[in-house]
Nanobody
């Protein structure tokens, strides 16, 4: 059974930081690019960041550049370090896997259940 299990979300004040984690199982992790996608209240899916199968390439949506860092490790985990958080970063963050790497897409082979990030004043 394929599973992507996110953790690390929570409440944070503007300017704060969080690190999201995603634990993968049930598929060949090294064959998949990994991404983070978010959905703010009342809005559609928004691509956040992606990392290639070997971690050699990383990509970010424009508004996340310089604030977010994506990474992955050999233990089948994917991370999203988020710094300088803003109220507009409030969303459910999903971890997603795609066999054919495509930056910016919101179409994936596998999805996690999501973790809530709330940036409040």
């Amino acid at each position: 059974e394929v599973q992507l299990v996110e953790s690390g979300g929570g409440l944070v004040q503007p300017g704060g930081s969080l690190r999201l984690s995603c634990a993968a199982s049930g598929f060949t992790f090294d064959d998949y690019a990994m991404s983070w996608v978010r959905q703010a209240p009342g809005k559609g899916l928004e691509w956040v960041s992606a990392i290639s199968w070997n971690g050699g390439s990383t990509y970010y949506a424009e508004s996340m550049k310089g604030r977010f860092t994506i990474s992955r490790d050999n233990a089948k985990n994917t991370y999203l370090r988020m710094n300088s958080l803003k109220p507009e970063d409030t969303a459910v963050y999903y971890c997603a896997a795609r066999g054919k790497f495509l930056v910016g897409t919101t179409q994936y082979d596998y999805w996690g259940q999501g973790t809530q990030v709330t940036v409040f004043i």
